[in-house]
Nanobody, 127 residues
Framework: QVQLVESGGGLVQAGGSLRLSCAASGRTFSSHAMGWFRQLPGNVREFVAAISWSGGSTSYADSVKGRFTISRDNAKNTVYLQMNSLKPEDTAVYYC????????????????????WGQGAQVTVSS
């Protein structure tokens, strides 16, 4: 059974930092792009960041560029999202996702190609 499990969410004050982890089990995703999305109040899901299978290509939403960093450790089958300078508007449930298409050069900022999803991690940023 394939599982993506997020951890590292929580409550933090504005300006603080959190690091989310997404550990995969049941199969390896070392040849697959991975992404982070977040679901805002009102059920709007938006792209946050994505990383190619090799780590050589990354993409970020404009709203998090310069504050968030996506990385991966293929030996651990884990993807990370380092979030710095957090703002109240970053409050959301954060989901990691895996793109089933192997060895792609780029990454998708749209959620449709991703067909493995974690259960989500709540991040709450207080003002």
């Amino acid at each position: 059974q394939v599982q993506l499990v997020e951890s590292g969410g929580g409550l933090v004050q504005a300006g603080g930092s959190l690091r989310l982890s997404c550990a995969a089990s049941g199969r390896t995703f070392s040849s697959h792009a991975m992404g982070w999305f977040r679901q805002l109040p009102g059920n709007v899901r938006e792209f946050v960041a994505a990383i190619s299978w090799s780590g050589g290509s990354t993409s970020y939403a404009d709203s998090v560029k310069g504050r968030f960093t996506i990385s991966r450790d293929n030996a651990k089958n884990t993807v990370y999202l380092q979030m710095n300078s957090l703002k109240p508007e970053d409050t959301a449930v954060y989901y990691c996702a895996a793109d089933p298409r192997p060895l792609r050069v780029g990454v998708s900022v749209w959620d449709t190609p991703y067909n493995y999803w974690g259960q989500g991690a709540q991040v709450t940023v207080s003002s």
